[in-house]
């Protein structure tokens, strides 16, 4: 099945600073990704729907000047934590559509990164 | 907001078969139901969908009711590395919607 990698897998950083987390669609292309956060036993929250070469659409309550997030190319889409507040610690995961014809119905997900502010 | 209802937990015990049920009643007709399951921290992992008729793969069998107000996922034969969150989705194919996840069904294999 198609890949998608999320890096890193975990940072810790301190409180003030901003956070990258890239994700990258290894063998397909993605003109849609999403990025999710997860609370420890809570299920997934929707935080963004990014899209190639347009700005993203962010759901209600999520700060887009918080989380900026760019996906310039069609393999590559980066959430930026901005000036990270111990709030902000949670699991932090991207997923992805195939655009082409193979696997488009289905969802691919990274492995996720834990952020943790201190 | 999801729009299934699965129980929070189950139990199945190893080597026995997990079904797992999910209610989707208000699914549109070009709605699909979709399963993914959640290692502990790890991404969520596709496992199987479909529209009304039943569907079988390598990792499990999706059962939907005539009336596609709800669906069971079986996993025939359950192992210790099957424990994790069971998530039903109902969302249009190859749709670039939104999807939302709802709490899922935390299923437990017992040794």
């Known amino acids: 099945g198609a890949v998608v990698s999320q890096h890193p897998s975990r940072v810790i950083c301190k409180s003030g600073t901003s956070v990258k987390i890239e994700c990258r669609s290894l063998d397909f292309q993605a003109t849609t990704m999403f990025w999710y956060r997860q609370f420890p036993k809570q299920s997934l929250m929707l935080m963004a729907t990014s899209n190639e070469g347009s700005k993203a659409t962010y759901e209600q309550g999520v700060e887009k000047d918080k989380f900026l997030i760019n996906h310039a190319s069609l393999t590559l889409s980066t959430l930026t934590v901005t000036s990270a507040h111990p709030e902000d610690s949670s699991f932090y995961i991207c997923?992805?559509?195939?655009?082409?014809?193979?696997?488009?119905?289905?969802?691919?997900f990274g492995s996720g990164t834990q952020l943790s502010v201190l | 907001d999801a729009k299934t209802t699965q129980p929070p937990s189950m139990d199945c015990a190893e080597g026995r078969a997990a079904n797992l049920p999910c209610n989707h009643s208000?699914?549109?007709?070009?709605?699909?139901v979709y399963w993914y399951r959640q290692i502990h921290s790890q991404g969520p992992q596709y496992i199987i969908h479909?529209?009304?008729n039943n569907e079988t793969n390598e990792m499990a069998s999706l059962i939907i009711t005539e009336d596609r107000k709800s669906s069971t996922l079986i996993l025939p034969h359950a192992t210790l590395r099957d424990t994790a969150v069971y998530y039903c989705i109902v969302s249009a194919e190859t749709s670039y919607d939104k999807v939302i996840f709802g709490p899922g069904t935390s299923l437990s294999v017992i040794p």
């Open positions: 479909g529209l009304k």
């Open positions: 208000t699914i549109s007709g070009n709605e699909y």
């Open positions: 997923s992805a559509i195939p655009t082409g014809a193979v696997d488009n119905e289905k969802l691919f």
